[in-house]
């Protein structure tokens, strides 16, 4: 009898559980299967209700930027892939690595190059302005500085885009279905974005925000301010060829105080530079600065490492008696052959507890003397233009240029740009480009690194499965 | 208590019958006479009771053995709780009482105790009445006591067979011995002899002399074994849908520890690839084609509750990712933590019918794995043991040592290039007339492995249990030190109540694995130079030959330390509260961890490179729960019953995974803590990918009259994986069966054919087999910091429309059997349609990311045929041989997809072909000329600048184009051969593609198969292998021939997959020995392979992953 009360009991029981997550799955369907929010995601709704997400998505941003291996650091960057396309390497590396394509200006539409990382970070921006400039809940001086900030990092990689692709889409929207389908702007129409970009930036961001602390110590300069902007504004205009702006730009960074051309020329890359505008922050404070690791040749070329040294087209640039040879360019000697390297960057490995002394560094003043020379010289202002220039060339022991009309004094800036910019963001390259040199140099040096010059490799090529994915792109000419 | 027996002596003398008056009086004339001695020897044993029950209606579990009635009597009564009158002197007599225990009514007890007497009995209230039956004036009707066994055609007895009278509720059954007996009243009553598997016997109890052998004879049809379906048990003969059985008889033959091995070739329809030969390596298993795109799997369940398959982030790359049949990534296979001799049949559910009670994940078919359990009898141990080796069976011809060092000399000659300083196997550096065969040094030797099951299973008719115990080794067959060891244990437990109303079914298994082998495969380094430096030196270590040789031994001194550990559990509760409904409540836990620990020693590297220590951790963790009430209802609705089930389900599973990176270890000793280094970093983010399901679910099932069934199955599923509007779905499908041979017509004029059954079915199933909250847009750290501040960056695009992938499933299949069940004969036609297919579609990086989840507007058809086909040759006492074949035919194709051509898929995919072709360039041969590969373009003409999109005009499809099998089991006396092989015909890389894009004399130490012997030497030569060179243009060529048709090439292959020799001892002989069972055994897996493929493997296809292994096995098998 109580066995049988027991199955009673038992089935009772059981009845019951099944009848209650029945019910509970008929009444609360929707609640059963909730699995809340993503436990380590932030669903974007939330991320522009606070000041530290906020920021942390600018961070995001600049860590990506600073990354080894993506186009302002290291291998991958334009220092070193531009370098190789222009005159400012020698290869030394085994045939079979990606970057040999650059060496031998054969690049094919069958590698993404700088696409991706470019368009990836573009959606950042664009993601970060919307909800930046949306949001009613952060503190308003910090949103307007990271509004200043995202926009400045839109500019400078449009920038970038523009002068490695020509048109580019000017994707400023995060709408996957917009920008699946979008045409190429002309550049002209992308360079208009980027100086409004610009514009805003330098009412957005700090003034000389950067001063020397009391101990004589420089603060870092990782993040931009105002004259960031107007510095690479002043480079847009130069590019643009809009003399004026440009010396106007550049003349606001040489007038702002925290800015000093460093007098020697061994502390010009180091963290604490007064020269430096903005740097980028390595991601690791046991990683030295990739542009020094891959650059600075410790041995001779083995194929794997020790690869690039400098091409003979730079060194036989070098005047004589010129200190930025003997600060800035190193040697390894070998028998009977000496090879010459990039040696701004000193520090290739980060050894004991001395952590990372140099930073890229991505706007520097000397540049900005060199803009406002051209723009000058261009404008006819010979005196301002050969003041600025040899402000330049005194700080590296040389004398005062002997150029007398513009054309010369042209030459000699962009001389002058070649030995002081040399494998620094592919300067070389954007010059030569710029000013009408690039065939006539790459049809001499091109054969000479076992490639051949064609005039459409000034531009390169939109990834094939990019046009294959939106049929609106269309693909440089001569790819 | 004096009154009642007085009351019960009043009616001790009322018999009902009115006719044996007569002889009543003389029955009271003695009995006054004895009445004294009467009441003294009248037993009262029992404890009152204060409400009457009825005989018939309470249960007694109760049996004797060669008794004497009086101490059956009391034992029965003790037992019954009922108080039992009798007069002594009548009982007295009867003595070698037998009754078999078994739970039965008292009356039904009291009938068989009574059976060969002349007693009856009454009941009055809580008392039984046992009288003496009027037995002198009563015909007397001689029961009928039959003693006898039951064996099968081999003479081996059968437990467990059900002996009943016919038309009555009166049974035996045989004990383990095959023997019974039995106590029949009526002479004319039939007794039928069935068991599960047999044919059942019917024969008139007036034919059988004691001791009487019933020989029962196995039933070939199979037609009504059980077959495991969605929540439920069916027949052959029963079943409307495609489901295909593999038992633990077939499982047994295997020298495996996973059971995808013995599924590959055994089921019509499914294709199995294993992509490496590595122990806990991964497979790819397709049910009838891709049904979407990509990588989807069955949905496996094990006891009911959703196991997680496939393979898991791993560092250890070898165990099946980098392999040519795009295999799972990562490894250690889910399946390989479950133990084959942990498992009684495996049910692959393949239609619309079958599957879409699983509803949003039946579209890939689902596999259910029954895990075994206990039997009624005396306990019984079963232990095996075997033990074997492996090694690869089939290696790829590469050039020797001459024929090395020409490609090299003519390569360095045709470029004018010079012999470099690094060039060591042509400058003199390396003692160039060494000549080692690389394959066999590396790849040649053998791996061992032994396995070892125990186990002890047994139970009555209230509990069953089976505990099994099992242990595998193997070990790494490259030598680098490395192992895989798995324990395990499973245990079952069902009970149910007296009354059979209340039953619980437990199940649960753990598993563990550790395995060390190292994460290099040292099949991608056959291709060393012949004239490569020794292995070792001389003194024994690693040769590095003066820092010229990296030895690929290195790798030997990193340690790869991975232990797994599965939990799998269910408990099913069943209650039947009133004839034909049940109760159902299925519930259960799993739990996988698969942790990982690498680490790279300061020695593992050659001298010439200085490494700072580092070690990965990998944790992948998945959890799954599941309940799932269930009420089957049962009626017999006229000619036909009705079943009917309905249920809900709820389950929630949790993927969690991460890496880790600890580097600046102070030394080698501390590698395997992950604290013990100065920096972590991630390797693979720490993500959770939680999933809930909930469902509700019904199917009803009609048969009528054994002849017409239909079947009609529904599941509205909910899926945390999609949008707040787009989480439920509701799949159905009908089935239908006509068993045609039940027909007069054909009955009577066909009777060869003694089954035919034609079935179909059509419905949707579907999947949502896409990661958790794509529907969202998210951040996620970046794991870096800038300016102080740990960065946030965007994690994907979202899309909140996701939702459900459909396939739509229609299948006809005919079921024949000639000639008793000796000719069985299957084949079904069907075709899929999957719509709103899930991808993880290209999207131009301009949108910022690669891709996005989304439901493609494309419908994908798999259509084909499968057959199978068993024979059975030969039957007799001594001989039988039974075959069968196998055969799979699929045609996957994109049927629609609207706008292709400017969708972002316009490159990938053709209307008409396959989902998973390859464009590839157009192989135009060596330009005779230059001796550099050729290509035609888009136009026709040879085209000296390829442009990777347009101009990749042919269509590559690795898709198999039929695939077969043919098994055949041969027995003869006490011996036992099986053996299977399997076929594919198929394209699929060849060894051209596996040359890689480094052209041959390109680089130091780096050999090639012979084929490249037939290259381009001078202008004018046509042949299909270009020049040797170093020059750059040669690298181009390489690297677009292995993209272009020369890179595939036929793969089909025939391959001896399994053989099974057993040889079991004769009975006398094992029992001499005190066993029960004594078999010993060889078998061996992929013996050998016929095929025209000129690379390792026709199977992974691959040059950098070991091809799967030939096993050979010996063992012996025991039942105690």
Redesign the interface.
């Known amino acids: 009898m109580k066995k049988q009360y027991n199955y009673i009991k038992n089935a009772t029981i059981l009845s019951c559980i099944a009848g209650i997550v029945t019910a509970s799955v008929l009444t609360s369907c929707k609640k059963v299967i909730d699995v809340g929010q993503p436990k380590t995601l932030i669903n974007t709704a939330n991320i522009y209700l606070s000041n530290s997400t906020a920021e942390a998505v600018v961070s995001g941003l600049y860590a990506n930027l600073a990354s080894t291996g993506h186009m302002y650091n290291g291998s991958g960057s334009l220092t070193i892939q531009q370098g190789l396309a222009a005159d400012e390497l020698k290869d030394y590396s085994s045939s079979a690595t990606g970057t040999t394509m650059f060496y031998i200006n054969a690049l094919n539409s069958n590698n993404t190059y700088y696409w991706q990382e470019i368009f990836s970070e573009l959606f950042t921006c664009n993601s970060a302005i919307a909800g930046l400039t949306s949001s009613t809940a952060l503190n308003p001086a910090i949103q307007q500085q990271l509004i200043g900030d995202m926009k400045f990092a839109r500019a400078f990689i449009f920038f970038n885009a523009v002068n490695l692709y020509g048109d580019v889409p000017l994707a400023l929207s995060t709408d996957p279905a917009v920008n699946n389908v979008i045409s190429r702007s002309p550049a002209a129409t992308v360079l208009n974005q980027v100086i409004q970009d610009l514009t805003d930036a330098q009412n957005l961001l700090p003034d000389n925000k950067y001063v020397t602390l009391a101990n004589g110590t420089p603060t870092d300069r990782f993040l931009p301010n105002k004259q960031t902007a107007s510095a690479l504004l002043a480079r847009v205009y130069l590019y643009m060829k809009d003399w004026k702006n440009a010396e106007t730009q550049s003349s606001n960074v040489i007038s702002a105080s925290s800015y000093v051309l460093e007098p020697v020329l061994t502390n010009v890359f180091l963290r604490t530079s007064r020269e430096t505008i903005w740097d980028l922050q390595p991601i690791s404070a046991t990683s030295a600065n990739g542009d020094a690791y891959s650059l600075i040749m410790t041995g001779v070329p083995n194929g794997i490492v020790n690869v690039y040294a400098l091409s003979p087209n730079l060194l036989s640039a070098f005047e004589s008696g010129d200190k930025r040879f003997t600060n800035w360019v190193g040697q390894i000697q070998s028998g009977t052959t000496t090879y010459y390297f990039a040696y701004k960057y000193k520090q290739n490995t980060v050894t004991g507890t001395s952590g990372v002394t140099e930073y890229p560094i991505m706007f520097r003043l000397a540049e900005q003397y060199l803009i406002r020379a051209e723009a000058r010289a261009e404008q006819n202002n010979l005196a301002g233009a050969e003041t600025d220039l040899d402000a330049i060339r005194t700080r590296a022991g040389l004398g005062n240029t002997t150029a007398t009309n513009q054309t010369d004094l042209l030459n000699a800036i962009y001389h002058e740009r070649q030995i002081e910019l040399f494998l620094e963001s592919g300067h070389r390259w954007f010059d030569l480009k710029r000013t009408g040199q690039l065939d006539a140099v790459m049809n001499i040096v091109a054969p000479q690194k076992g490639g051949a010059w064609s005039p459409y490799k000034a531009l390169i090529p939109i990834p094939a499965s990019e046009i294959s994915t939106n049929p609106h792109l269309t693909q440089n000419p001569g790819y | 208590m004096q009154k009642n027996i007085a009351f019960a002596m009043g009616q001790y003398y009322a018999p009902s019958k009115v006719k044996q008056y007569a002889k009543l009086l003389f029955i009271m004339r003695v009995s006054v006479f004895c009445c004294t001695l009467l009441l003294a020897s009248l037993q009262l044993l029992a404890s009152t009771r204060s409400k009457a029950q009825n005989i018939n209606e309470t249960s007694v579990k109760f049996g004797v053995n060669n008794e004497t009635l009086s101490n059956a009597l009391k034992k029965l009564q003790g037992e019954s709780g009922f108080t039992f009158f009798y007069p002594s002197e009548k009982i007295a007599p009867y003595d070698h009482i037998s009754v078999e225990t078994k739970t039965r009514s008292v009356e039904e007890t009291l009938s068989l105790l009574l059976v060969n007497t002349d007693l009856d009995f009454t009941q009055q209230n809580n008392d039984v009445i046992i009288f003496q039956k009027a037995a002198i004036i009563r015909p007397v009707i001689k029961p009928v006591f039959i003693t006898g066994k039951v064996v099968d055609e081999k003479n081996e007895p059968i437990p467990g067979v059900t002996i009943k009278v016919k038309g009555t509720n009166l049974a035996w059954s045989t004990n383990p011995s095959g023997a019974f007996t039995a106590l029949i009243a009526s002479p004319d009553a039939i007794l039928q002899f069935t068991f599960v598997g047999y044919i059942t016997q019917e024969i008139p109890v007036n034919q059988l002399k004691n001791p009487v052998t019933i020989v029962l004879k196995e039933d070939i049809s199979k037609l009504d074994e059980v077959q495991v379906i969605a929540y439920g048990t069916t027949t052959k003969r029963a079943n409307t849908g495609d489901i295909t059985t593999v038992n633990a008889e077939t499982i047994s033959k295997y020298p495996t520890t996973n059971v995808l091995d013995v599924l590959q070739g055994t089921v019509p329809g499914l294709n199995i690839y294993k992509n490496t030969g590595n122990a806990d390596g991964t497979y790819k298993v397709q049910i009838r084609g891709i049904n979407g795109l990509g990588s989807a799997q069955p949905l496996y369940v094990i006891d009911g509750i959703p196991y997680r398959g496939g393979g898991v982030n791993t560092s250890n790359l070898n165990l099946g990712a980098n392999t040519a049949n795009g295999g799972n990534a990562g490894g250690y296979d889910a399946l390989g933590a479950i133990n084959p001799d942990d498992i009684e049949s495996i049910s692959v559910l393949k239609d619309a019918d079958a599957t879409a009670i699983y509803g949003s994940r039946g579209a890939d078919g689902v596999i259910l794995i029954t895990t075994k359990k206990g039997k009624t009898g005396a306990p019984r141990i079963d232990a095996s043991v075997y033990s074997g080796v492996s090694d690869v069976a089939h290696f790829q011809p590469m050039l020797d040592l001459q024929q090395y060092l020409q490609m090299r000399h003519e390569a360095k000659k045709n470029d004018n290039s010079a012999i470099s300083t690094?060039d060591y196997d042509i400058n003199g550096v390396w003692d160039s007339t060494r000549n080692t065969n690389w394959q066999k040094a590396l790849i040649g030797g053998y791996g061992h492995n032994s396995n070892a099951q125990l186990g002890i299973s047994g139970g009555n008719e209230d509990v069953q249990y089976r505990i099994n115990g099992g242990y595998n080794y193997t070990s790494d067959l490259e030598h680098l030190g490395g192992s895989d060891q798995t324990a395990s244990l499973n245990v079952n437990i069902s009970s149910t109540?007296?009354?059979k109303?209340?039953s619980v079914v437990f199940s649960g298994g753990y598993l563990y694995d550790i395995n060390t082998q190292t994460q290099s495969d040292l099949t991608d380094e056959i291709t060393l130079a012949p004239d490569a430096p020794a292995l070792y030196t001389s003194a024994g270590a690693i040769n590095y030959q003066n820092n010229t040789f990296y030895n690929p031994l290195t790798e030997k001194n990193n340690i790869d330390h991975t232990p797994s550990y599965n939990l799998t559990s269910s408990l099913s509760?069943s209650?039947k509260?009133i004839k034909d409904l049940e109760?159902k409540?299925t519930t259960g836990y799993n739990k996988r961890d698969v942790n990982e620990f690498l680490g790279n020693p300061s020695t593992a590297v050659p001298p010439y490179v200085t490494l700072n220590p580092y070690s990965t951790f990998t944790y992948n963790t998945s959890t799954a729960w599941s309940?799932e009430?269930?009420?089957n209802y049962t009626k017999r609705i006229g000619k036909g019953t009705l079943l009917a089930t309905v249920g809900?389900s709820?389950q929630d599973e949790n993927f969690t995974t991460m890496a880790l990176e600890t580097t600046g270890y102070s030394s080698d000793l501390l590698l395997s803590s992950p604290t013990a280094g100065t920096?972590i970093t991630t390797v693979i983010?720490?993500?959770?990918s939680?999933?809930?399901?909930?469902?509700?679910f019904g199917r009803i099932n009609y048969n009528w009259a054994d002849k017409y069934y239909i079947d009609l199955t529904g599941r509205d599923d909910?899926?945390?994986n999609f949008g707040?509007n787009r989480?439920?779905h509701f799949f159905a499908a009908a089935g239908a069966g006509w068993i045609f041979s039940e027909e007069s017509l054909i009955k009577n004029n066909l009777q060869f054919l003694n089954f035919g059954k034609l079935r179909g079915s059509y419905g949707t199933t579907g999947r949502d087999n896409i990661s958790?909250?794509s529907y969202?847009?998210?951040?996620?750290s970046?794991g870096?910091?800038?300016?102080g501040?740990?960065?946030?960056?965007?994690?994907k695009?979202?899309n909140p429309d996701l939702s459900w992938e459909t396939t739509t499933k229609a299948e006809l299949g005919l079921e024949l059997q000639f000639l008793k069940g000796r000719i069985a004969f299957t084949t079904d036609f069907y075709r899929n349609r999957t719509t709103g297919v899930l991808a993880n579609s290209?999207?131009?990086?301009?949108?910022?990311?690669?891709s996005?989840n989304e439901n493609m507007p494309a419908t994908v058809q798999n259509a084909g045929f499968d057959a199978s086909l068993t024979t059975t040759n030969f039957k007799n006492k001594d001989f039988s041989w039974s075959t069968t074949f196998l055969f799979t035919r699929d045609r996957n194709k994109l049927l629609r997809y609207p706008n292709l051509a400017?969708s972002?898929y316009?490159?990938e995919y053709v209307i008409g072909q396959p989902v998973d072709i390859s464009k590839v360039y157009r192989f135009g041969g060596v330009n005779p000329q230059t001796g550099i590969y050729q290509f035609y373009g888009a136009n026709g003409q040879i085209t000296p600048a390829l442009?990777?999109?347009t101009d990749k005009t042919v269509l590559i499809n690795v898709d198999p184009d039929f695939y077969g099998s043919i098994q055949n089991n041969i027995s003869y006396k006490q011996f036992s051969l099986s053996f299977l092989f399997r076929g594919i015909k198929q394209n699929g890389r060849n060894a051209f593609y596996n040359i890689g894009?480094?052209p041959p004399g390109f680089?130091a130490n780096n050999n090639y198969n012979t084929l490249v012997l037939n290259h381009w030497q001078k202008p004018g030569d046509v042949t299909n292998i270009q020049r040797y060179g170093t020059s750059?243009f040669l690298?181009l060529a390489q690297n677009n021939a292995v993209q272009s048709n020369a890179a595939y090439g036929d793969a089909s292959y025939i391959r001896l997959q399994n053989v099974s020799l057993s040889y079991t001892l004769p009975k006398n002989v094992v029992s001499k020995m005190h066993m029960q069972n004594l078999q010993v055994f060889l078998q061996g897996e992929n013996m050998f392979t016929i095929t025209g493929y000129n690379g390792i493997d026709p199977e992974n296809q691959s040059a950098y992953s070991l091809p799967p292994l030939r096993v050979m096995t010996a063992g012996l098998r025991l039942t105690l």
């Not at chain 2, 939680?690 to 509700?696: D, E, G, S, T, Y």
């Open positions: 690094t109540t007296k009354d109303k209340f509760l209650y509260p109760i409540l309940i009430p269930q009420v809900a709820l920096s983010p720490y993500s959770v939680p999933q809930k399901f909930a469902a509700l909910g899926s945390s707040q989480q439920y958790p909250y969202l847009s998210t951040y996620s970046n870096v910091s800038y300016s501040v740990a960065g946030l960056v965007p994690t695009l979202p290209a999207l131009s990086l301009v949108t910022g990311f690669s996005i400017t972002p316009a490159n442009n990777s999109v894009i480094i680089v750059i690298l």
